[in-house]
């Protein structure tokens, strides 16, 4: 039986349909996040969940019983929030043994288990710091021990590591991975990057318009979007059409860039045309090996750090690249001849 199913969950805000039939469920221990882009309805559906919001219809049952009669301060959920929601009137420790207190643990219980919540989170010693002082990062660590102090059935956080600079976000992504995972903590994660929900959980549901869109694991959903949103969401914007052409046993996609070649047949689900998807880091300048090679004029260049990204002009398609760095390509107006292996081409059928 799953930790948490959410069934067929509805809600409208006059004339807005922020949510339309959304099911999904979360074992215990998962890590599941909510991806998608702004008002696709991820805080509303964790609204509903935490008991905030009234779904117009469906149900959210925990361990199998509907929680629509339980209100949200005896769900036993713990939410935070990007904006921390810290308490400025009082100190770390206070802040974190809030909930305790609340909860009215003894004062010797609550004071062995927000030392205990610091340490797992990096601020051992912090207790009598005023919140104000603290740096966006240790406010974030502040605010997380203080959801997870009264050991909540379920995590839900909400872009909890958006309003930080990127370095900062990618150090602290890391150490709330470790952190759930050696406390084997049932979460729900929202977020609008991808980045964070694949580093981040074992499965994502994607979600768009107030609908699920895919639903699986990120190497799943990765290596196999579901339909043209998913593949353009996660950065793959470089979808080229084709026919199918049967060839000694396998067979021979005709696209705009060319024929390219399938050591296999992959058979056509019902009508649906095949799609060929190039990931941005798939191509690179053409070494004279490679099965699948094509001419293309240089349109634009941005140099990225690590990356050069690149965008061309090809068989009348507009493609984007991110090559490495030490790559030297034609200056903007040029031709430039790429290289791919078909084995680095995703082909996809959506239906629809």
């Known amino acids: 039986m799953p930790a948490l199913s959410i069934q067929n969950i509805h809600k409208t805000f006059g004339t807005t349909r922020a949510l339309n039939g959304v099911s999904f469920e979360v074992r215990r221990g998962e890590i599941v996040a909510l991806l998608g882009p702004s008002g696709c309805g991820k805080s509303t559906l964790l609204n509903v969940i935490a008991g905030l919001e009234t779904p117009d219809a469906g149900d959210v049952l925990w361990q199998g019983r509907s929680l629509a009669a339980v209100?949200?301060?005896k769900r036993g959920f713990g939410l935070m929030f990007q904006d921390y929601a810290l308490f400025p009137h009082m100190n770390v420790f206070e802040n974190v043994a809030f909930g305790l207190r609340m909860g009215g643990l003894p004062p010797e219980e609550v004071r062995l288990r927000v030392g205990e919540l610091l340490e797992l989170v990096g601020l051992p010693g912090f207790e009598k710091r005023d919140v104000d002082t603290l740096s966006g990062g240790e406010q974030q660590r502040v605010a997380l021990a203080r959801s997870l102090a009264p050991r909540p059935r379920l995590l839900m956080l909400d872009?909890?590591?958006?309003?930080?600079?990127?370095?900062?976000?990618?150090?602290?992504?890391d150490?709330?991975?470790d952190i759930l995972r050696q406390l084997e903590q049932t979460a729900?994660?929202?977020?609008?990057?991808q980045e964070e929900a694949f580093a981040l959980a074992d499965r994502v549901v994607v979600m768009r318009q107030g609908e699920v869109e895919q639903t699986g694991t990120p190497q799943q959903i990765y290596r196999q979007p579901a339909s043209p949103f998913v593949a353009r969401f996660l950065g793959f914007g470089n979808l080229?059409?084709?026919r199918l052409k049967a060839r000694d046993g396998g067979a021979v996609l005709k696209t705009g860039l060319g024929?390219?070649?399938?050591?296999r047949d992959p058979g056509r689900p019902g009508s649906a045309p095949p799609v060929v998807i190039l990931r941005p880091d798939a191509v690179h300048p053409a070494r004279g090996g490679e099965s699948c090679q094509f001419e293309a004029v240089v349109r634009e260049k941005s140099f990225r750090g690590s990356t050069l990204r690149a965008w061309v002009e090809a068989g009348g398609l507009s493609l984007r690249f991110d090559f490495p760095a030490s790559v030297e390509l034609p200056p903007v107006g040029e031709r430039v001849r790429l290289g791919f292996e078909p084995s680095?081409?995703?082909l996809v059928f959506w239906q629809g």
């Open 259 to 263: 024929d390219l070649p399938l050591n």
């Open 175 to 177: 150490e709330l991975h």
């Open 159 to 173: 872009e909890p590591l958006g309003a930080l600079d990127r370095a900062l976000r990618e150090r602290l992504l």
């Open 240 to 242: 080229l059409g084709g």
């Open 344 to 346: 680095e081409a995703l």
């Open 188 to 193: 729900l994660y929202v977020t609008h990057d």
């Open 71 to 73: 209100p949200p301060h």
